[in-house]
């Protein structure tokens, strides 16, 4: 059965959310 | 190079064209030609969309901006998976519905032909021009480094695959892309491993290095118009250039079009929605890594050998200086890169300075050996691109090399296939199937397909030979195409506003362009992600506008989204 918009918004933002925190956390680590 | 290399490139590319054939075996229709009887599994069509987008550029040049320029690119992409979840609900069920070839017919049952020829027409115009830029990226830089003639360099990238393309269509597109996507990923996976093995540090310290210059600052938050890469600039500017790309570019919607069902498009959307920033921070990491790696190994000052060439045959003696100079400072800079690997926190704040210093200040020599290139050649040096070749070339296990190089060439070779599959398209459905000879049976169509095909190949090589002399006219050619990206974009918007009529979507898209034409000449130094914010919003306004002023009910009713 198809996923409904919001399922799918919300499943593509968690993982935006998730490479954008993995990201941060790189530069909060190496870049200071 | 290694017989080795050269024996998994030339296995590859052979086995690449032989089963893309292979598989495309059978197709007797237009349809099957160019949408594969719209019959393709979603995750066919989701390696495809990536491959598509994925050139050798993005291979060589951004691995290469990596190195230089750290991972902050990675935020281009900010704006590309929202970007397809909007698509999956709007464009992607209305144009898979609508039973179309092109994104462009669709254009002419709501507004008329007028709207579908115009963008018709500038899809050709761009796409023609940039297929050419595509392979030229590559061709110049194999030419630079193992000495072919420009044409044979531009024929090894561009003849498997207009033989590919041409006879099997789109399924051979499809299948080809989804094996590049497949070595292009092994490739950089390899690389990124061997790079940890090589690199004598820990990665924890190679990445304390590698921030330490500034390599791994990803977010930029300043708000401004005149840069490309900020989190502004990909959240917003980055949206509506993918959506512009992916909704409405024959190339990309040609792909979708080919799933089984509208939900197998959406589906294969959201493969590039999830996968498509951590594959970019992967491709930046190994430029970063790549930066890391001649800190301990001697890299050379020009990373171009004709460069190298030409500044030792004007001045041997600035030649000599400038490689002096250039290894005293690789030295000092190579000994604070140790001293900051090994040094304790505390002692960490002054190490990083050190380094610091001692990178600007080999920057500094680089920065002079390139103007001495520029004196010697007599046009602008920019050497970005010969970055990860050189490496790749000289510092990678046999194989491993010849893997990489293929995965280049695939890289080139997937998005060259889905350009050229799009144009064929275009031309026969959008122009000669509605212009020329309305009625002829599928197997002229088929005939006239492949025909064109061929021509836009040619056309391709063409425009690739001559784009290493035309210099800063191919920039022209690539800026040209984001102009109406955000236009046709508008278009699409207005297609789906119930009041919008054809005179307003027409007028819309013409009065956007020169909007967008207005902010690059008047403020050239707007970044070009800004203008599809521009067009977008000028061709829908006054799109909308227009359309309140005209009479009468609209012309056409798109298909509905049920």
């Known amino acids: 059965m198809a996923a409904s918009f919001r399922t799918v918004l919300i499943r593509v933002l968690a993982a935006e959310l998730l490479a954008w925190a993995f990201l941060a956390l790189i530069q909060y680590r190496y870049n200071s | 190079m290694h017989w080795i290399n050269w024996a998994v490139v030339v296995v590859y590319l052979t086995y690449l064209v032989t089963d893309s054939i292979r598989r495309a075996r059978g197709v007797n229709s237009i349809e099957g030609y160019f949408l594969a009887n719209r019959n393709l599994p979603w995750w066919a069509v989701g390696l495809t969309v990536m491959a598509t987008q994925l050139s050798a550029v993005t291979m060589i040049g951004t691995t290469g901006q990596g190195a230089v320029d750290g991972m902050r690119f990675v935020q281009f992409y900010f704006g590309l998976p929202v970007a397809m979840v909007i698509l999956g609900v709007t464009i992607v069920p209305f144009l898979h519905r609508a039973k179309v070839y092109t994104a462009y017919e669709f254009l002419e049952r709501r507004f008329g032909a007028r709207t579908r020829s115009l963008t018709a027409f500038l ?28 044409p044979l360099s531009v024929a090894i990238i561009g003849a498997p695959t207009v033989l590919y393309v041409v006879i099997g269509g789109v399924q051979a597109v499809t299948w080809a892309d989804v094996k590049q996507m497949f070595v292009v990923v092994t490739a950089l996976v390899a690389i990124v491993i061997v790079l940890l093995v090589k690199i004598p540090v820990s990665p924890d310290a190679a990445l304390t290095i590698a921030g330490a210059a500034g390599r791994l600052q990803v977010f930029d938050f300043s708000f401004s118009l005149t840069q490309t890469y900020t989190f502004w600039s990909g959240i917003i500017g980055g949206t509506f250039l993918m959506l512009s790309y992916f909704g409405t570019d024959q190339s990309q919607v040609q792909r979708y079009l080919t799933a089984k069902t509208v939900e197998e498009a959406r589906r ?15 491709i930046l990491l190994v430029g970063v890594l790549v930066f890391v790696y001649y800190l301990f190994v001697a890299p050379p000052v020009f990373w171009n050998p004709t460069h190298a060439r030409a500044v030792q045959t004007a001045d041997p003696n600035a030649y000599v200086q400038i490689e002096r100079e250039a290894n005293a400072a690789w030295v000092r800079r190579s000994q604070t890169a140790v001293e900051l690997a090994g040094a304790p926190t505390a002692d960490r704040t002054l190490r990083r300075a050190q380094f610091k210093s001692a990178d600007s200040a080999y920057g500094a020599v680089r920065s002079d050996a390139l103007k001495q290139a520029e004196k010697a050649t007599g046009g602008t040096v920019r050497d970005v691109n010969y970055i990860i070749p050189q490496f790749v070339l000289n510092e990678l296990p046999v194989g491993l090399a010849g893997l990489f190089i293929a995965a280049v060439i695939a890289a080139a070779m997937s998005a060259v296939a889905g350009e050229l599959s799009a144009l064929s398209t275009c031309t026969v459905i959008d122009f000669y199937r509605r212009w020329v000879k309305p009625e002829a049976s599928d197997a002229h169509y088929l005939k006239v397909s492949r025909g064109a095909t061929a021509f836009w190949g040619l056309v391709a090589c063409f425009v690739a030979v001559y784009a290493a002399s ?93």
């Open chain 2, 268 to 282: 294969s959307h959201l493969m590039s929605a999830f996968w498509k920033i951590p594959l970019q921070a992967l």
């Open chain 2, 123 to 150: 899809f050709l115009c761009s796409r023609g021009l940039s297929c050419g830029t595509i392979i030229a990226a590559p061709a110049v830089v194999f030419t630079a480094i193992f000495g072919w003639p420009l």
């Open chain 2, 470 to 562: 035309l210099g800063s006219l191919i920039e022209v050619v690539n800026r040209f195409g984001s102009f109406f990206y955000g236009s046709i974009l508008g278009v699409f918007i207005l297609a789906m506003i119930p009041r919008a009529r054809a005179s307003g979507a027409f007028f819309g898209l013409v009065i956007s362009l020169v909007a967008v034409g207005a902010v690059s000449y008047f403020a050239p130094n707007v970044s070009f992600l800004w203008y599809n914010v521009v067009a977008t919003v000028t061709a829908v306004v006054t799109g909308y506008v227009i359309s309140a002023f005209s009479r009468g009910a609209p012309e056409r009713h798109m298909p509905t989204n049920t």
